[in-house]
């Protein structure tokens, strides 16, 4: 399996711009998370998703934030407008209930001028 | 709320010292522990876990024992080579399990040197 699939995995945009992120999670997990990660503030959930449904998104830091998961293989978090203090790593993880793990993919390193 | 704390770091070994990474944590439940490592630009890889009071995970020479009575899941290595430099993560599960959140320590970066 290819893992987690993320991108772009690098984003330089300017501030006001939209930011969509991508993510493909393991084929047969059933739950997919959104982490954003900085120096700061460390890794925080911004949002997930179990079978494709948001369950919790008392992450997300703002309206300009939103996340969808059309359908089981496909999720985008999108920043809009984006500002300079979005800029870090978002992670996006798929969760296996059958090992009991998320498995995280490698991450899209955005940075908003 | 869960919680979990880690030592302050960074911490600095030479190849073939002994590793020890504390970590404890509160949690409401019986949550699954993890330790998660991040290679320099990399995503975080699952390291070990252990799922009940008393388990022990271990992966790659790294070892964890869930101690419920210390609330504690400090992972060791008896020998670190320069590979194993990386950032260290300990996670807990909430209830749900892998379909739950995750809550992470702060991470603690482990630099070996030759």
């Known amino acids: 399996d290819a893992g987690v699939i993320q991108s772009p995995r690098h984003e330089v945009t300017e501030m006001g711009q939209e930011v969509t992120l991508r993510c493909k999670p393991i084929?047969?997990?059933?739950?997919l998370f959104w982490y954003r990660q900085t120096m700061m503030r460390g890794l925080e959930l911004l949002i997930y998703?179990?079978?494709?449904?948001?369950?919790?998104d008392s992450g997300m830091p703002e309206d300009r934030f939103s996340a969808k998961m059309p359908n089981a293989s496909f999720s985008t978090l999108k920043i809009q407008p984006s500002e300079p203090r979005d800029s870090a790593v978002y992670f996006c993880?798929?969760?296996?209930?059958?090992?009991?793990?998320?498995?995280f993919g490698p991450g899209t390193r955005l940075t908003v001028l | 709320g869960n919680s979990v704390t880690q030592m302050e770091g960074p911490v600095t070994l030479s190849e073939e010292a002994f590793l020890t990474i504390n970590c404890t944590y509160t949690?409401?439940?019986?949550?699954?522990l993890f330790w998660y490592v991040q290679y320099p630009g990399e995503g975080l890889q699952l390291l070990l876990k252990?799922?009940?009071?008393?388990d022990k995970g271990s992966n790659k020479g790294f070892e964890a024992t869930y101690r419920k009575e210390t609330t504690s899941f400090h992972l060791e290595k008896g020998s670190v080579q320069v590979s194993d430099s990386a950032v260290y993560f300990c996670?807990?599960?909430?209830?749900?399990?892998?379909?739950?959140?995750?809550?992470f320590g702060k991470g603690i970066t482990l630099s070996v040197r030759p």
């Open positions: 993880a798929s969760g296996d209930r059958v090992s009991d793990t998320q498995y």
């Open positions: 084929s047969g997990h059933n739950s």
């Open positions: 998703f179990n079978n494709n449904v948001p369950i919790d």
């Open positions: 949690a409401t439940g019986y949550p699954s």
């Open positions: 252990a799922t009940k009071a008393d």
């Open positions: 996670a807990l599960s909430g209830p749900g399990g892998a379909n739950s959140k995750l809550t």
